[in-house]
């Protein structure tokens, strides 16, 4: 490493000894070692998390709640804990204000189903960015069909920027809403989020952050981003699928509407009506994801055992590295990474190559990558981009991972220029 | 085009199949558009925005010409290159015997799980276009 490197990644952080948490990177695929770089879709799961869930599920295994024996008491606890951590993690001011969910597209569903549906009137707009994922467009075009409200969208600059003029612009007295992904799963721009949720503040609105790709790369604190609404999945930070949470914040908590109803949410049930259980159970109807949410308070425990800073900085000089290699490739198109702050998530074409048959081919030498249009098409045509290849790298990847993607490329590449 | 001394290191199964398919993928067979074709049928996968149009002639329940047109990756263009030769000149009536498998067996690499519907796409337009939608989600569409 040179002595710039070490000054970018502390060499306390050691990608060696992090790999070896993770048992599934020590499979081949195809007869090769395995080079996972679709950490944008889903991350890998430490032993630790695993473990946690295993011992949940074999140790203290019950429902939540109501019962009063031994496991119950076990399993209740644990799953507290777990929405602890999260609180922790995010620096939320009370434990009550994250609402453990199935994944970030039911954190957003929540807020349109309850926060939207209670608050929202014809007329009023909701204020999104092109570059959201499906999962924060389509609950609010449900929104729209059903409420008459206005959805607006804050456009991209060529170089896949978010527009602020535009959105200083479109923001209005009118907006009741404004929501934007964190950092975006195609372009791994992070975007200017203080100038969001000032303008919004500026108008009264509300300021929503779609934080699924943000979360599990670097240090998040929902006070110090002052958004109303964070919604991340767990499965992209190292825990397992089938768990996610909605931080929001209390006050809003406690005035919303619930989303799912039945058991467990209520406080009283008559025939004639219901009273909420407290926060965050109000949100959280039904059995809950006992194991899985135990895995997710593993998770950010595993996290923070790593440090986000040390994971941010790590990963920002892998991005360094990938980034020059990707420019200097012939024939290759790299979408956005000219200015701003990214993560190392990068969508780009190489001539000749279909993407799906890039995607397919790189699996043969044990790459997986991703291909299509990454769930955010109104992005893709915005930028005019038809399918592209996705390479995403999270904290246990490597230089030596890196290249061996550009090798690969330069099979895939030479193979449809030339032929065998 | 190809350069014999390139040796690819994807190539480790199948390489001549592989060559046939770049073949048809560079240079594909029936590729085009038809003017006063009887049968036109276009669709897309919207997984991979891959598009397809097929269009053809007939002549006394002959398959006269045939042109296909789009734009995808090399499974579905090869395998829609493929199809046109198999087609052109038969019976109209052919068109309804040619199954998944003797669709895959022309393609002639094993296509995964993934890529079905990728080898599969040119078929699918082709019984749509000639028997109308209903001729499509039947054994062929069992993957």
């Keep these: 490493m040179t002595e710039s490197a070490l000054r970018a990644a502390p060499a306390a952080y050691d990608v060696q000894r992090v790999r070896r948490d993770f048992p599934i990177l020590a499979r081949k695929v195809n007869g090769r070692d395995l080079v996972y770089l679709d950490n944008a879709a889903s991350s890998q799961r430490p032993k630790a998390v695993v473990d946690a869930v295993v011992e949940s599920m074999t140790v203290s295994n019950a429902n939540i709640h109501r019962a009063i024996h031994t496991l119950g008491y076990e399993a209740t606890v644990g799953y507290e804990e777990a929405h602890k951590k999260v609180a922790r993690f995010i620096n939320a001011r009370s434990w009550r204000e994250v609402v453990f969910v199935r994944n970030a597209t ?21 204020v999104l960015t092109i570059m959201e994922h499906h999962s924060n467009i389509v609950p609010w075009q449900m929104l729209r069909a059903r409420l008459g409200v206005t959805l607006k969208f804050i456009p991209v600059t060529p170089s896949g920027l978010l527009d602020l003029d535009a959105a200083a ?15 975006s799963n195609v372009l791994g721009a992070v975007n200017p989020v203080g100038a969001l949720r000032d303008r919004a503040r500026a108008v009264g609105a509300k300021f929503l952050l779609d934080g699924a790709q943000s979360l599990p790369h670097m240090p998040v604190d929902v006070r110090a981003l002052d958004c109303d609404f964070f919604a991340a999945s767990g499965h ?48 959280e109807a039904g059995t809950a994801a006992i194991a899985e949410g135990i895995g997710l308070g593993a998770a950010v425990d595993y996290l923070s055992g790593l440090g986000m800073e040390r994971v941010l900085a790590y990963e920002e000089e892998l991005r360094g590295y990938v980034l020059e290699k990707l420019l200097a490739f012939p024939g290759l198109t790299l979408y956005g990474h000219r200015k701003g702050e990214h993560l190392a998530v990068f969508s780009f074409n190489v001539d000749g190559v279909h993407p799906h048959d890039g995607a397919n081919l790189l699996d043969r030498l044990g790459v997986a990558v991703r291909s299509g249009h990454h769930c955010a098409q ?11 290849l996705r390479a995403s790298f999270y904290l246990y990847n ?9 090798y690969a490329l330069g099979e895939v590449s030479r193979l449809f220029v030339h032929g065998r | 085009m190809t350069d014999p001394a390139f040796k690819s290191d994807l190539l480790d199964v199948d390489p001549l199949m592989m060559d046939l398919l770049l073949d048809h993928y560079k240079h594909p067979h029936n590729f085009g558009e038809l003017a006063g074709a009887d049968v036109v049928h276009e669709e897309g996968n919207p997984s991979c925005g891959d598009q397809m149009k097929i269009a053809l002639k007939t002549k006394g329940g002959v398959i006269e010409e045939i042109k296909f047109s789009g734009k995808g990756c090399i499974i579905s263009q090869s395998a829609a290159s493929i199809l ?3 087609v052109k000149g038969a019976p109209l009536d052919r068109v309804r015997t040619i199954t998944k498998e003797e669709m895959l067996e022309n393609i002639g690499i094993p296509i995964g799980p993934m890529r079905l519907k990728c080898a599969l796409l040119a078929l699918k337009v082709l019984k749509a276009g000639v028997y109308g939608q209903a001729a499509w989600p039947g054994e062929e569409d069992d993957e």
Aim: with cysteine; glycine share 10%.
């Design chain 2, 84 to 86: 046109t030769d198999l």
């Design chain 1, 236 to 283: 992209k930070m190292c825990g397992p699928t089938g768990i996610g949470f909605l931080y929001a914040k209390k006050e809003l908590l406690e005035e919303m509407p619930p989303f799912l109803t039945g058991g467990d949410m209520i406080a009283t049930v008559t025939p004639e009506g219901s009273t909420w259980n407290e926060l965050p159970w109000k949100f």
């Design chain 1, 398 to 406: 490597t230089k030596e991972e890196a290249d061996h993607l550009l």
């Design chain 1, 169 to 183: 612009r479109l923001i209005t007295p009118r907006t009741r809403l404004v929501g934007a992904v964190h950092a």
């Design chain 1, 378 to 388: 109104p992005l893709m045509a915005a930028l005019g981009m038809d399918n592209t």
């Design chain 1, 106 to 126: 039911e954190a957003l569903n929540l807020v349109a189903g309850a926060w939207g549906l209670a608050n929202l009137r014809a007329g009023d707009e909701v």
